[in-house]
Structures are given as structure tokens and as C-alpha cells.
């Protein structure tokens, strides 16, 4: 079954305007929800919507209002706020065009949708946008309102469509320089920084990808899950040795040589050899008389 968008809207570069649609571009795939239960008969805890006066109420009960006095709310029903919005909402706004690394990864949410051209009539303004940004390496800034949230986002091409990724605002972000006064920068020794970048270059993977990669505790929590229905016998795995602390240059040259790198050593002094230049003995003094 084809992948359903779940946004519809528009991508708008000044006065072009691209009808696109957008689709999750992840998805929760293997998790398990543990529930919480009464320790005593193991029933499942219930979270119930209750209202002091009429007790327990149902959803279609239930309306959205705003505070604007204690104990005093205004009632705003779901219809005036769809009134609320209009087609600017709707798009996807671009103000910069920016460079890859302007935006630092600390910014990005987990809220990430492919934008595709949304009939025929959006196909090549949407292939000029996301050829242009991929022959030139650039990306996107822009503002869209998803979901009734207004976001910031990021858009950029990849493999012949553009993905967007909703970003953080300034005051969400704790920026590194903040806590630069725990570092107390030590005097680097030359060996020892030739040794971490040999370490480094033994790690590097030109084709590396992330798809080798699988939660090893979901699988284990399966197992354990399977094995407690079943009614086997739990068996821990024996512990792992704590790793013992040796010398910084020896665990180095260590991992550079387990790596599969090339520990230089440091060149042995030379001892001097005897010099062959003869030495000028004092002639003898004549006696005089």
C-alpha cells in the first residue's frame, strides 16, 4: 500500500508558488510500551478525565478554553480556529537560502516530512527548486504553520525530492559556549596527537551507512518479553570487566595497532660514534743551555 501524505500545501520561493504534498519521513518501528500495573492483582492503571463536579466525562465532552482570569475561561470552539487560518498558513514559506553548515545539528527536532509536487501542475516549478538547491549545495530556511504550531524549517534536496525538518527556536537551545568554563584545555604532546588522528583515520568509512545499525535492547527486550510468557527461566549474561585504566600514549598506540593503523615509533637517539679525528698532542718543550 502507497505511503498516504500527511500535509498538504504550498512552497513558496517569492512570487512562485508550488503546490506540495508531505509525507513522515520517520516512523516508530519496533518499540514496546511497557504498562504500568497495580503491584498487588496486576490490573492495569487507568488515567481517567474527571471533572470535580460531574465526575468522570467522555471525550465528546470535552472543549478547549483560555484562562484569562482565575477560574474564569473563555471558550474557543475547534471551528473558530480552522477560521483562523488561511493559505499563508498553509505555506511553506522560504526567507534564506543558506549554506549546509549554517545550521548547526543541535537545532534539529525529530519532526522531519519528504515534499513532493502535489499534481502536475507543481512538477517542474518543484524540479527547478530542488535541482537548483542540489547542483549548488544549498539549503533552505522557511516558515510554515504545521499542525497549528508555527515552525521553522529546514529544506533541503535529497535523492530527487526535498525533505524539510522542523528546527528548534533560539530560547530551546543550550549552546555549547555556555559551559566552556568545565574545560581546563591540558598541553597536547605532538606524539600523542599524531596517535589519536592515526587512531581517527583507522575509523574512517567512505561508504558508511546507517542501516547496519538495530536496537540491540528492543531485540533483547523481546526475548526477555517471549521468555517470561513462555515461563522459562531468566539467565543473566555474566558481567563485563570494568576496563582497567592504563597510560594514555600506551592505550593510543594499543587501539592504533588493534585498528589496524601504523604506530610510528619515536626514532631511537643515535649513540655518537668515536670521533676519528686524530687530537694534536703538545709538542715537547726544549731545554735550553
Known amino acids: 500500500m502507497a505511503a498516504r501524505s500527511s500535509w498538504k ?14 509525507y513522515r519521513a520517520t516512523r516508530s518501528a519496533g518499540e514496546i510500551r511497557l504498562n504500568q500495573l497495580h503491584a498487588e ?17 467522555s471525550k465528546d465532552e470535552i472543549v478547549s478554553g483560555y484562562e484569562y482570569a482565575k477560574g474564569q ?40 516530512y519528504y515534499l513532493l509536487p502535489d499534481g502536475a501542475v507543481g512538477q517542474k516549478p518543484f524540479a527547478l527548486i530542488q535541482k537548483c538547491l542540489a547542483d549548488d549545495d544549498l539549503h533552505a530556511i522557511a516558515r510554515v504553520v504545521l499542525f497549528g ?11 530527487g525530492i526535498l525533505a524539510m525538518t522542523a528546527l528548534k527556536y533560539e530560547a530551546e537551545v543550550t549552546h555549547a559556549v555556555t559551559l566552556a568554563d568545565e574545560i581546563s584545555p591540558p598541553d597536547l604532546a605532538k606524539e600523542e596527537l599524531k596517535l589519536t588522528k592515526t587512531l581517527l583515520k583507522a575509523f574512517v ?18 526475548k526477555l518479553i ?27 598506540k594499543r587501539s592504533v595497532a588493534q585498528a ?16 676519528t679525528k686524530r687530537t694534536k698532542t703538545a709538542k715537547p718543550k726544549r731545554k735550553s743551555g
Open 205 to 222: 568509512k567512505p561508504k558508511f551507512t546507517l542501516a547496519g545499525y538495530k536496537d540491540e535492547y528492543i531485540e533483547k527486550l523481546t
Open 149 to 159: 504550531r508555527e515552525e521553522v524549517v529546514l529544506v533541503r534536496p535529497l535523492d
Open 9 to 22: 500545501g504550498y512552497l513558496k520561493l517569492s512570487l512562485v508558488s508550488v503546490p506540495v504534498k508531505g
Open 73 to 112: 475561561f473563555v471558550i474557543i470552539d475547534t471551528d473558530e480556529l480552522d477560521e483562523l487560518r488561511t493559505e499563508v498558513d498553509r505555506a511553506v514559506n522560504i526567507d534564506a537560502i543558506v549554506r549546509p553548515d549554517v545550521v548547526d545539528p543541535v537545532y534539529f527536532t525529530e519532526k522531519s
Open 226 to 252: 517471549e521468555a517470561k510468557v513462555e515461563g522459562k527461566e531468566i539467565v543473566s549474561p555474566p558481567a563485563a570487566d570494568e576496563p582497567h585504566v592504563i597510560n594514555l600514549m600506551d592505550a593510543l
Open 260 to 275: 589496524g593503523g601504523t604506530a610510528t615509533k619515536s626514532p631511537a637517539k643515535r649513540k655518537l660514534a668515536p670521533s
Open 41 to 57: 492483582c496486576h490490573n492495569r492503571i487507568k488515567y481517567q478525565k474527571v471533572c470535580p463536579i460531574h465526575g468522570e466525562v
